[in-house]
T-cell receptor, first 115, second 111 residues
């Protein structure tokens, strides 16, 4: 089954404790991205990657890191989480970045709480 | 300020009524998409429009892309409780390659 898999689904952590949210897709998509979703603000892009070893900042990259060592995996790293990073996070993948083929396939989300 | 402005933010209607959700921008888009998101799930694509003036129908849902490719609308005819959800528009600007989302419209259809 074609899917984007995120782990964990739920995470409660303390301020400053490094964490990684994993994301894996099995559709051989080139484009992957991370979003955070907050009430009234919709989905805001954190980082995206157009291919292996190619990553770039989205709209809200501060406090986050990513890596793309393999095509299928795109982990999101919070080196020193803070309470304002409490949010619902989504990983997404797309076949390409232009034209009609930009449908984004989303994971089920990771609800992160930083206390 | 969001690139894509959706209105209204919330919409609550009775089963059988019609509704329209709007997505507006000052930018031109090479494509525009509509997603629906249910609680606890990621957004799921409903439709993609790529041509100015394009109209697409998906059962009781009608999607329209503005002639200038700056805006879009989603119209639901005879809404049902199963249409309840968060509707998101998203687009790729003509001179960019990033998919940007609107803040969404929460639709509630009461039985």
């Amino acid at each position: 089954e074609a899917q984007v898999t995120q782990n964990p689904r739920y995470l409660i952590t303390v301020t400053g404790k490094k964490l990684t949210v994993t994301c894996s897709q099995n559709m051989n998509h080139e484009y992957m991205s991370w979003y955070r979703q907050d009430p009234g603000l919709g989905l805001r892009q954190i980082y995206y990657s157009m291919n292996v070893e190619v990553t770039d900042k989205g709209d809200v990259p501060e406090g986050y890191k990513v890596s793309r060592k393999e095509k299928r995996n795109f982990p999101l790293i919070l080196e020193s989480p803070s309470p304002n990073q409490t949010s619902l996070y989504f990983c997404a993948s797309s076949p390409s970045t232009g034209g009609w083929n930009t449908e984004a396939f989303f994971g089920q989300g990771t609800r992160l709480t930083v206390v | 300020t969001q690139l894509l402005e959706q209105s209204p933010q919330f919409l609550s209607i009775q089963e059988g009524e019609n509704l329209t959700v709007y997505c507006n921008s000052s930018s031109v888009f090479s494509s525009l998409q509509w997603y629906r998101q249910e609680p606890g799930e990621g957004p799921v694509l409903l439709v993609t429009v790529v041509t100015g003036g394009e109209v697409k129908k998906l059962k009781r849902l009608t999607f329209q892309f503005g002639d200038a490719r700056k805006d879009s609308s989603l119209h639901i005819t005879a809404a049902q409780p199963g249409d309840t959800g968060l509707y998101l528009c998203a687009g790729v600007e003509s001179n960019d390659y990033k998919l940007s989302f609107g803040a969404g419209t929460t639709v509630t259809v009461r039985a």
